[in-house]
T-cell receptor, first 113, second 116 residues
Framework: QKEVEQNSGPLSVPEGAIASLNCTYSDRGSQSFFWYRQYSGKSPELIMSIYSNGDKEDGRFTAQLNKASQYVSLLIRDSQPSDSATYLCAVNFRGFGNEKLTFGTGTRLTIIP | DAGVIQSPRHEVTEMGQEVTLRCKPISGHNSLFWYRQTMMRGLELLIYFNNNVPIDDSGMPEDRFSAKMPNASFSTLKIQPSEPRDSAVYFC??????????????FGAGTRLSVL
């Protein structure tokens, strides 16, 4: 059973601070990793994708991937109240010829003004 | 682009009734996914299609669930007969399949199903 694990939270972070979200996965051969944000009552929306070891930055968001440790994280700098949402980690296991994404159960993030 | 379009947005039905959920993927996308989301189990993949062909239906919970994709612009998920435990939000997502699993899935707004 291929699994994606996330701390369910809630994670509370003061406005302006760095929010750090973590995710581990079970299959060492996984190739593609995604972070989705889901506001309450809304659908998931992609905020970051990462495929290679290291860091990938996009505005206030940085995704970090360590395949040896089977670990992917998302950092949100200068956290804003609008960042309050559930963040879902998704992994494509053995990507070639297989498009399935397995989602973690999500981490609920609250930014405190 | 209008994005992935799902209908209806809300469905309330009685146990034993047939329920049909509909999805129009993003134009040009060749893969379509049906998910179910509940508080207890999170977001679960039910089935996915590539080029209108079902590729993996291992997540379909039981024979009461069926899905079709008669053409590239339309898919249905049917539950017959429905049961209260089917109450959930059902999402449809689509993507343009590329090698290496780098496909990005775009989600519709979802259908909130309540079975009484």
């Amino acid at each position: 059973q291929k699994e994606v694990e996330q701390n369910s939270g809630p994670l509370s972070v003061p406005e302006g601070a760095i929010a750090s979200l973590n995710c581990t996965y079970s299959d060492r051969g996984s190739q593609s990793f995604f972070w989705y944000r889901q506001y309450s009552g809304k659908s998931p929306e992609l905020i970051m994708s990462i495929y290679s070891n290291g860091d990938k930055e996009d505005g206030r968001f940085t995704a970090q991937l360590n395949k040896a440790s089977q670990y992917v994280s998302l950092l949100i700098r200068d956290s804003q109240p609008s960042d309050s949402a559930t963040y879902l980690c998704a992994v494509n296991f053995r990507g070639f010829g297989n498009e399935k994404l397995t989602f973690g159960t999500g981490t609920r993030l609250t930014i405190i003004p | 682009d209008a994005g992935v379009i799902q209908s209806p947005r809300h469905e309330v039905t009685e146990m034993g009734q047939e329920v049909t959920l509909r999805c129009k993927p993003i134009s040009g996308h060749n893969s379509l996914f049906w998910y179910r989301q509940t508080m207890m189990r999170g977001l679960e993949l039910l089935i996915y299609f590539n080029n209108n062909v079902p590729i993996d239906d291992s997540g379909m919970p039981e024979d009461r669930f069926s899905a079709k994709m008669p053409n590239a612009s339309f898919s249905t998920l049917k539950i017959q007969p429905s049961e209260p435990r089917d109450s959930a939000v059902y999402f449809c997502a689509s993507s343009l399949a590329v090698t290496g699993g780098k496909n990005i899935q775009y989600f519709g707004a979802g259908t909130r199903l309540s079975v009484l």
